[in-house]
């Protein structure tokens, strides 16, 4: 009598966690319907008309202090504020949490990666864009392969798993990487410095950047903006 009070106790137990394939569909369904991640970055919001679109592959290119780490950083500001989870795959080393904290990101809703090189980086890429990150960002750093047909096939994959997951990809790099697998397009180039304070007392405060955005997949567009950036190095610590 007990073994079968007890089997039932268990067997109930066990059945609250397990949903039905109706319960399932609608949980995908729910997901799919989110919203698009409003970054407050002017021009990447008006790219989808009031926010970056889910499941899409963006890709940014620009030499170094061109402006694509605050790109990137004020982009996971804005989805970690919100309450995503955000991934940040740090190939090239360049993340201080220090520097992300002071410009907007939640740091407990943020995953850091740092894989020790590009295979590792794109299965890691892979692997977090499965289990369901809102925004991940791919950082290649300043060193990678010139191959066209690595790249095209690594594009695709990873553009068609940013769709099946419905999320946000960046990929960052000093040139193109993903090839026509991107739904759009971020150069960045011509950085000027800002200044503030009198002649002689002068700090700097930020970057002037032009930006050209390139939308390559659906309503082909493309649009050329100069954007105000902060130095991340003056932020404060």
């Known amino acids: 009598m007990e073994i079968s009070k007890s089997l039932e106790k268990s067997s109930a137990s066990f059945g609250s966690k397990v949903v039905s394939a109706s319960q399932l569909l609608t949980s995908l369904e729910e997901r799919k319907r989110k919203p698009p991640l409003v970054t407050n970055i002017v021009p990447l919001d008006q790219l989808y008309h009031g926010g970056l679109q889910r499941g899409t592959l ?5 030499a170094a202090s061109s402006g694509r780490l605050a790109l990137g950083l004020a982009a996971l500001a804005a989805a970690t504020q919100s309450g995503e989870s955000c991934a940040f795959i740090d190939l090239g080393d360049h993340l201080d949490p220090r520097l992300a904290e002071a ?3 939640h740091l407990p809703r943020l995953l850091w990666l740092r894989p020790s090189d590009l295979k590792k980086a794109l299965l890691a890429t892979e692997m977090v864009l499965a289990t369901g990150f809102g925004l991940v960002v791919l950082d290649l750093g300043m060193d990678i392969p010139s191959s066209r ?4 096939s690594i594009g695709a994959r990873l553009s068609l798993t940013a769709k099946a997951q419905n999320n946000i990809l960046f990929v960052m790099g000093p040139c193109p990487f993903c ?3 991107a739904d ?3 150069t960045l180039q011509g950085a000027r410095p800002i200044w503030t304070g009198k002649e002689g007392e002068r700090l700097l405060a930020g970057l002037s950047v032009s930006v050209q955005i390139e939308q390559r ?3 082909r567009q493309t649009q050329s903006v100069r954007l105000s950036l902060p130095v991340l190095e003056n932020l404060p610590r």
């Open 103 to 105: 410009a907007g990101v």
């Open 179 to 181: 090839a026509r697998a």
């Open 149 to 152: 047909d690595l790249s095209d």
């Open 184 to 186: 759009a397009r971020i």
């Open 58 to 62: 963006i890709e940014f290119t620009g």
């Open 217 to 219: 997949k659906g309503t």
